[in-house]
């Protein structure tokens, strides 16, 4: 590592230290030369992998794209940032789990729609209105109607 005093090129760590919720580390320098003292951060960089279109085309994954859109479906109702945060870490978390280097929208959507289920049955329809582009109303009612559906609980 240079310093960013001198630009002598050998430093020496002194300390190195955990932050941000052990997502990265801080190191303490010395700088062999002028003696002087630094620190440096250093995390890991995680390449979410390209989104292929339904036409084909390939773009760069947009958390902000997906931020906006759950922020939609979830207009006025009881969601917090926080809780919307958490799901979109969710989501990118199982993205990145994948390991592949390309997802389509159409997994993303599906990502999106579990979480949502899960917050909220009135943003998930919101959103499954708008992402899987109802022919008619019956169409619609049936996703209702599955939602409505009692959930098998499991007793352990």
């Not at 590592?1 to 941000?20: A, F, G, K, W």
């Not at 939602?147 to 352990?156: E, G, I, Y």
């Given at each position: 590592?240079?310093?960013?005093?001198?630009?002598?090129?050998?430093?020496?760590?002194?300390?190195?230290?955990?932050?941000?919720d052990?997502?990265?580390?801080?190191?303490?320098?010395?700088?062999?030369?002028?003696?002087?003292?630094?620190?440096?951060?250093?995390?890991?960089?995680?390449?979410?992998?390209?989104?292929?279109?339904a036409?084909?085309?390939?773009?760069?994954?947009?958390?902000?794209?997906?931020?906006?859109?759950?922020?939609?479906?979830?207009?006025?109702?009881?969601?917090?940032?926080?809780?919307?945060?958490?799901?979109?870490?969710?989501?990118?978390?199982?993205?990145?789990?994948?390991?592949?280097?390309?997802?389509?929208s159409?997994?993303?959507?599906?990502?999106?729609?579990?979480?949502?289920?899960?917050?909220?049955?009135?943003?998930?329809?919101?959103?499954?209105?708008?992402?899987?582009?109802?022919?008619?109303?019956?169409?619609?009612?049936?996703?209702?109607?599955r939602?409505?559906?009692?959930?098998?609980?499991?007793?352990?």
């Open positions: 590592m240079r310093c960013p005093y001198c630009h002598h090129l050998e430093t020496q760590v002194i300390d190195s230290r955990l932050v941000n052990n997502h990265s580390v801080r190191r303490r320098r010395r700088c062999n030369a002028c003696d002087r003292r630094f620190n440096t951060y250093e995390t890991a960089e995680i390449r979410m992998p390209q989104v292929i279109k036409r084909g085309e390939r773009v760069v994954f947009d958390e902000t794209k997906l931020r906006t859109s759950m922020t939609r479906a979830l207009h006025k109702r009881p969601i917090n940032q926080d809780q919307i945060e958490e799901a979109i870490l969710a989501i990118k978390q199982t993205i990145q789990q994948y390991g592949e280097r390309d997802i389509t159409q997994q993303v959507g599906e990502l999106v729609m579990n979480q949502l289920s899960q917050m909220d049955e009135v943003a998930f329809v919101r959103f499954a209105s708008v992402y899987r582009s109802f022919n008619d109303v019956s169409e619609f009612t049936q996703t209702i109607a939602l409505t559906q009692p959930k098998p609980h499991h007793n352990d």
